[in-house]
C-alpha cells in the first residue's frame, strides 16, 4: 500500500496465499513493540508537534491520524491485497466516502453513469450533481443496462450487488467498457465486503463502501472509505476530505479495526444462514420476488458466482400487501425491525417505507446476523405462518 504519508510501521508480512481469517486478523497492525498493545488505542489529537518545516506524516488532525493509518492500511490489505500502488482513505460515513469521489472527479459539463436501482440517497446526489451542471444519466443495474448510457461519461458508478433489490452486473465488463472511452469506474463494495469481491481486481479504478454495515459489524460505528490505484484521482478525493471535512472520529476508526479482526468469522456464518434462509423462504407459497445470489437459480447467479467470492447477507422478497409485511415484521421475535444491514444482529424492514425506493408495497429487506441458523430460519418460518391473513 502506498504510505507516503504515514508513519507507522508494517507489521510482519503475511505469508504468501494466505487466507482471509489471516488477513482480517493481521490486517494493518503495525510491527509488534514489547509491552505495547497488539493494536494500538485510538489517538485522540487535534494538532502534532510540529517545530520547524510543515512536514509529515503527522501535521494537523483534520488530515492524518496514526489511528487512520493503520485503519486504512487494513482496509487496503483486504481490498487491494498485493497492488502496492493502491491507497485508501478513511470517512465519516458511507456517504461522505461517496460523494468524495462523485464530488471530486466531476465538473460542469462531466456526464456521469449512476444506477436507477441503486442506495436511496443516490437520487438526492444526482440533484445536487445536476445544480452543478453535471449531466446524470441512469440506467438499471442487471443485464449491464449501464453500457446502453455510457457514451462520452467521465465516471461510471456502479452498486453491485444493488441495494434492495440485490442485482448483480458484469464488473470487469463495464470496466473495460469505460475505460475504452476514457471514463474512470467507481464501485460500491458495501453489499459484498471485501471478503466477497474485489472491484479493483475487476478493473474499476475506485472500491468504495460503507463501513458501517458489514466491515464493522455492529451496528456501532459510522465509517465510510475509498480504496484507489489512480494517484492522482486519490489524491483529488484526499483533497476533498480535507476541504469538507468529512473525516471519522479516532475512536470509530479504533472501533473499526478492532471488529475487522472477526470480518471472516462473521461474514461466512452470515453468508452461510442467508443462503439457508433464502432456501426456506423459496418454499412460501407466499413469498414471491426472492432474491438472494447465493441462489443457484437467482437471475444473477451466474455472474455473481464468475466475479463474487461470497454472495453477501442480504436476503430480499416480496410479501402480498404492505399490512401482511407489517405483520410479519410484528411477528418476528429474533429480528429487530431497523434499517442498516450487515450486523451480527439481524434486522429486517419494509423498505417502501422510506418511499425512495422502487418497490412493491410488500418489499422485504431482510439483513441476516450470526444467530444460529436454525434459530433464525425457524423464527421467520413461525412469523410468516403467524401472519397470513
Not at 413461525?382 to 401472519?387: D, K, P
Amino acid at each position: 500500500m502506498n504510505d507516503s504519508t504515514t508513519g507507522a510501521d508494517h507489521g510482519p508480512a503475511l505469508p504468501d496465499g494466505a487466507g482471509d481469517g489471516t488477513r482480517a486478523v493481521r490486517a494493518g497492525l503495525p510491527e509488534p513493540v514489547k509491552h505495547e498493545p497488539t493494536l494500538p488505542g485510538p489517538v485522540f489529537a487535534a494538532h502534532f508537534h510540529l517545530p520547524g518545516d510543515p512536514t509529515g506524516p503527522y501535521t494537523y488532525g483534520r488530515d492524518e491520524n496514526p489511528t487512520w493509518t493503520l485503519l486504512e492500511r487494513a482496509i487496503g490489505e483486504l481490498e487491494a491485497p498485493g497492488q502496492d500502488d493502491a491507497e485508501t482513505l478513511v470517512f465519516a460515513s458511507g456517504m461522505a466516502a461517496i460523494s468524495s469521489v462523485l464530488f471530486s472527479q466531476l465538473r460542469a459539463g462531466d456526464a456521469v453513469v449512476l444506477p436507477n436501482d441503486g442506495y436511496q440517497a443516490l437520487p438526492l446526489v444526482r440533484a445536487q450533481l445536476e445544480t452543478y451542471g453535471i449531466e446524470v444519466r441512469t440506467a438499471p443495474t442487471g443485464g449491464d443496462a449501464q453500457l446502453d448510457v455510457l457514451d462520452g461519461a467521465r465516471l461510471l458508478w456502479i452498486e453491485t450487488p444493488s441495494n434492495p433489490g440485490l442485482d448483480v452486473c458484469d464488473v470487469r465488463r463495464l470496466a473495460e467498457a469505460a475505460h475504452a472511452q476514457g471514463a474512470l469506474v467507481a464501485v460500491d463494495n458495501t453489499l459484498a465486503t471485501p471478503l466477497g469481491q474485489r472491484p479493483l481486481e475487476l478493473g474499476a479504478d475506485f472500491a468504495v463502501a460503507s463501513g458501517t454495515k458489514q466491515l464493522t459489524g455492529h451496528g456501532d460505528v459510522l465509517l465510510g472509505y475509498v480504496t484507489g490505484r489512480n494517484a492522482e484521482a486519490m489524491a483529488a478525493v484526499r483533497r476533498w476530505r480535507k476541504i469538507a471535512g468529512a473525516i471519522p472520529g479516532p475512536m470509530e476508526a479504533w472501533l473499526a479495526h478492532r471488529s475487522i479482526a472477526t470480518l471472516q468469522l462473521r461474514v461466512d456464518r452470515q453468508n452461510a444462514t442467508a443462503l439457508a434462509l433464502a432456501q426456506a423462504l423459496r418454499e412460501r407459497p407466499e413469498v414471491t420476488g426472492l432474491r438472494y445470489p447465493g441462489l443457484p437459480d437467482d437471475p444473477s447467479h451466474k455472474i455473481a458466482s464468475q466475479q463474487m467470492r461470497r454472495y453477501g447477507c442480504v436476503v430480499s422478497f416480496t410479501l402480498p400487501t404492505r399490512a401482511h409485511a407489517d405483520r410479519f415484521l410484528d411477528a418476528l421475535r429474533l429480528v429487530d425491525d431497523a434499517t442498516s444491514f450487515g450486523g451480527v444482529r439481524s434486522t429486517v424492514e419494509r423498505r417502501g417505507r422510506w418511499g425512495g425506493d422502487a418497490v412493491p408495497e410488500g418489499f422485504i429487506r431482510f439483513s441476516v446476523g450470526a444467530e444460529d441458523p436454525e434459530d433464525l430460519v425457524a423464527d421467520v418460518l413461525r412469523a410468516l405462518a403467524g401472519s397470513a391473513a
